[in-house]
Each structure stands twice: as C-alpha cells, then as structure tokens.
C-alpha cells in the first residue's frame, strides 16, 4: 500500500458553510508540513443539509481529498471511527469541521511529536472561546467527574483534535466495541502520549451539533465504556441498605415485643417510597451496562458507507 506522509481526518455532520474554508485552511496547513503528500478524509455524516454536494464538489477539484457518504448519521465518534478506518496516512491528524481547533497548529504539533518521541500528541484545550457557560461547565464537570470513575487514566480537557502515529492508530483500530469513546480509548492503548495545549476558537459557522441529550448519550458512553464504579457504587449500597434493614427489623421486633404498635404511615411510606426510588435507580444503572452488553453481542459492524467521492486508500476492518 502507497502510504501518503499525513491523513487529515473530518466527521462532518450539517457543516455545509465551513467546508469551503475548512478546505482551504487544512489543505494549505497540510502543504506547509509535508508538501503534496497528504490526503484529507471527510466523512459526511449523513448531513440534511448540503454538506454532500459540497463535499463532492471539492473532491472532483481536489485529488488530495476523499469524501466518505456515510448511509445515515452514525454519530460524531463512528463518523471519526470511520475516517480513522479509511485513511492511510504515517501520520493522523484529527480535527472537527468547524474550525474551533485551529489546522496552522500541525506543525508545531508535528514538531512537538518529533522532539518528544511520541505517537500520540493531543490538544488540551485551555480556553473555549465563544461556547456557552453551560457547556463548559458541564464539559469542566463532565471530565473531573470522568477522572475520578474511570480505570483509565484520561486527560483532562481534551477532544479528540490530535496527532497520531500509524502504530498507534492501529492499536486504536485494533479495539472492537460499538460504544466508541475515542479520546478514553486513545489513552487506554498507551504508547508514548503527550499534551500540547491550545486556546480553542469559535464555531466558524452554524452551531453545536451536540445538544444535551446527546452530550448525556456521550457521557454515559464514556463512564460505561471506561468504568464498573457504578455498578460497584450499586453493589456497596446494596451492602450498606441491607445494614440499615437489619438494624429496622430489630427495631419492629423490639416494638412487636413491647407492644408499642401504632400507626406508623409516615415511616412505612417513606422506606417504600425511598426503598422503591433507589432499586429503580440502581436497576437503571444496571440496565446502562446490560443494554451496551446487547448492542456489543450483535456485533455490526460500526459503520456503513453509502458513496465514496475521491481516491479511498485505506483498507477497512471496522466498516462495511
Ligand atoms: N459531528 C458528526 N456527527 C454528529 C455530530 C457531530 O460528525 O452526529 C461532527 C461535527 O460536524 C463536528 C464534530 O463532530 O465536526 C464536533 O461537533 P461540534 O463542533 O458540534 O461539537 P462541539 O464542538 O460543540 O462539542
Ligand atoms: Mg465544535
């Protein structure tokens, strides 16, 4: 297989208006570091609005660049699964389609990739510019709270805006599961990883394609993936409510005893109700793994490919 230098990875999903720049800006970044050895992947993430057409438009001019028509949207971390699988380059480089991560930073990532040995360079974030105190509040939140749950180590603060090596790439593609958090998998193969920090711009265009119900989705994804502490988290409390019941049951016997029954609605409603709340809660918790069990146990495959617009070099495993 012909190898380019570098592959430039984009999920891309209703970005129709940042496409043109998003080409120009990649294209002239990935010339700076390696000259014409490059291929740009975009994955069309089964966009409504004309993001295709775009994509289609620009590879017929551009032989560098190869557009992936996913069948549906398959979701930002299969549509990155997918590129990632498509391409062929010694070099990944993976970056959103909005522009808030910069692509001029390649070759300083580059550099820094040379001079520390590494296979793996990722971008932490040190400001957000233009995104709404609610996101960074949950996204700061979301990965403390990541951190503190998880087997795995994960850095703080990082997206998935990284360099990668091809060794290390193919560990990454190595991994199976249809619940893909790929900023937790990246940490988990290991190898030689180091940060490179960065100020995160605006959105070049349209908005955030993750809403809350889908950030929920993502964190779930993420602790369920990387951690059994809830399901450990039910079990102790399990533990620890069987305690407590012991310690009632004395004192029923002890009231039974003396004689002293009465009435009594007060607390008998509030162990129900609270007893009732939390086994929902924890059976809920369970279910979280069982559900991902099921979705694993059938093994699709993780994506599939509609159309595909330019030169494919990349032999999939993933993908159908
Ligand atoms: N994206 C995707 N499929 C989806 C949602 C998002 O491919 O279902 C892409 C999106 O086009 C962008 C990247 O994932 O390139 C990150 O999304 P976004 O910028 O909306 O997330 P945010 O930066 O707001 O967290
Ligand atoms: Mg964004």
């Known amino acids: 297989m012909q190898r380019p230098r570098l592959s430039v990875v984009v999920p891309c999903y209703n970005e129709e208006r940042c496409l043109d720049t998003l080409h120009a800006r990649v294209s002239a970044a990935a010339r700076d570091a390696v000259g014409e050895d490059y291929e740009i992947v975009f994955i069309n993430d089964g966009s409504r609005d004309g993001s295709w057409p775009v994509m289609q438009r620009l590879a017929a001019a551009d032989p560098h660049l190869v557009a992936i028509n996913l069948s549906r949207n398959h979701g930002h971390q299969l549509a990155l699964t997918a590129g990632l699988d498509l391409c062929a380059g010694e070099e990944i480089l993976i970056i959103d389609a909005d522009l808030q991560d910069p692509p001029e930073l390649l070759t300083d990532m580059r550099r820094t990739m040379r001079e520390q040995e590494a296979d793996v360079v990722y971008a932490v974030r040190r400001k957000r510019a233009g995104e709404?105190?609610?996101?960074?509040?949950?996204?700061?939140?979301?990965?403390?709270?990541?951190?503190?749950?998880?087997?795995?180590?994960?850095?703080?603060?990082?997206?998935?805006?990284?360099?990668?090596?091809?060794?290390?790439?193919?560990?990454?593609?190595?991994?199976?599961?249809?619940?893909?958090?790929?900023?937790?998998?990246?940490?988990?193969?290991?190898?030689?990883?180091?940060?490179?920090?960065?100020?995160?711009?605006?959105?070049?265009?349209?908005?955030?394609?993750?809403?809350?119900?889908?950030?929920?989705?993502?964190?779930?994804?993420?602790?369920?993936?990387?951690?059994?502490?809830?399901?450990?988290?039910?079990?102790?409390?399990?533990?620890?409510?069987?305690?407590?019941?012991?310690?009632?049951?004395?004192?029923?016997?002890?009231?039974?005893?003396?004689?002293?029954?009465?009435?009594?609605?007060?607390?008998?409603?509030?162990?129900?109700?609270?007893?009732?709340?939390?086994?929902?809660?924890?059976?809920?918790?369970?279910?979280?793994?069982?559900?991902?069990?099921?979705?694993?146990?059938?093994?699709?495959?993780?994506?599939?490919?509609?159309?595909?617009?330019?030169?494919?070099?990349?032999?999939?495993?993933?993908?159908?």
């Not at 990883?193 to 995160?200: E, I, L, W």
């Open 132 to 320: 709404t105190i609610f996101k960074k509040l949950t996204a700061a939140l979301f990965y403390r709270v990541l951190d503190r749950v998880t087997d795995t180590p994960i850095p703080l603060d990082t997206g998935d805006f990284r360099l990668m090596s091809r060794r290390s790439l193919d560990a990454l593609l190595s991994l199976p599961e249809q619940a893909r958090f790929i900023r937790g998998m990246v940490a988990w193969i290991g190898f030689r990883q180091v940060p490179f920090a960065y100020d995160r711009a605006e959105r070049h265009a349209g908005e955030t394609k993750y809403p809350l119900a889908k950030m929920i989705r993502f964190a779930l994804d993420a602790v369920t993936g990387f951690s059994t502490a809830p399901l450990r988290f039910a079990s102790h409390f399990g533990l620890v409510l069987t305690g407590l019941s012991l310690l009632l049951v004395l004192y029923i016997a002890f009231a039974w005893v003396t004689g002293s029954t009465v009435q009594g609605w007060t607390s008998t409603m509030l162990v129900v109700v609270v007893l009732g709340a939390v086994q929902m809660f924890v059976l809920g918790m369970i279910g979280e793994y069982l559900g991902r069990l099921y979705v694993e146990s059938k093994r699709r495959p993780l994506y599939l490919v509609q159309d595909v617009a330019g030169p494919v070099k990349g032999q999939s495993t993933l993908g159908y």
